[in-house]
T-cell receptor, first 113, second 110 residues
Framework: GDSVTQMEGPVTLSEEAFLTINCTYTATGYPSLFWYVQYPGEGLQLLLK?????DKGSNKGFEATYRKETTSFHLEKGSVQVSDSAVYFCALSVTDSSYKLIFGSGTRLLVRP | DAGVTQSPTHLIKTRGQQVTLRCSPKSGHDTVSWYQQALGQGPQFIFQYYEEEERQRGNFPDRFSGHQFPNYSSELNVNALLLGDSALYLCASSLRSAQYFGPGTRLTVT
């Protein structure tokens, strides 16, 4: 069945460091791909998305490119801030009419000043 | 424009009791999905409602049921609560593929 695998955390970085969080997927068909962010005690916020191969999603300095050949959707940011500390979830939406989301297990990012 | 809202924020129940959680979708959205997020894990799909009917269901027992009203708001009901039902319950609304989440209801079963 469809699934998402993320790198395990926590990922600890100093402020202004480069961030990569790896995400790979297994899916039937051509799903849309998403990154969600969850701050402590809150729900999920949609960070970015890509709906087809080679699309690049971007928002707030974060980027991810839909790579069909490697079934990946890695999240990157050139210079992280303390305020980026959160849990990041990679997800895919299934290709039936429900578009239900299948999530990875999440990666906790801690950015130190 | 109000986003997705959920109530209550927190809830404490005893094993065997029943609980109802509520969700109001983002304006213009007609589909509501419910997810369960256990501590330290990614959300798991419970079910989805569209046009007041359950369109799809995840791997959850029949103790979990739901409803969607004509104004697209939705309820999640859980009967015969177990300790393992303690989790953050997230509601997401959508019009097509992108789902937007509410802040969640934290359910604690003691």
């Amino acid at each position: 069945g469809d699934s998402v695998t993320q790198m395990e955390g926590p990922v600890t970085l100093s402020e202004e460091a480069f961030l990569t969080i790896n995400c790979t997927y297994t899916a039937t068909g051509y799903p849309s791909l998403f990154w969600y962010v969850q701050y402590p005690g809150e729900g999920l916020q949609l960070l970015l998305k890509a709906t087809k191969a080679d699309d690049k999603g971007s928002n707030k300095g974060f980027e991810a490119t839909y790579r069909k050949e490697t079934t990946s959707f890695h999240l990157e940011k050139g210079s992280v801030q303390v305020s980026d500390s959160a849990v990041y979830f990679c997800a895919l939406s299934v290709t039936d009419s429900s578009y239900k989301l299948i999530f990875g297990s999440g990666t906790r990012l801690l950015v130190r000043p | 424009d109000a986003g997705v809202t959920q109530s209550p924020t927190h809830l404490i129940k005893t094993r065997g009791q029943q609980v109802t959680l509520r969700c109001s979708p983002k304006s213009g959205h007609d589909t509501v999905s419910w997810y369960q997020q256990a501590l330290g894990q990614g959300p798991q799909f419970i079910f989805q409602y569209y046009e007041e009917e359950e369109r799809q269901r995840g791997n959850f027992p029949d103790r979990f049921s739901g409803h969607q009203f004509p104004n697209y708001s939705s309820e999640l009901n859980v009967n015969a609560l177990l300790l393992g039902d303690s989790a953050l319950y997230l509601c997401a609304s959508s019009l097509r593929s992108a789902q937007y989440f509410g802040p969640g209801t934290r359910l604690t079963v003691t």
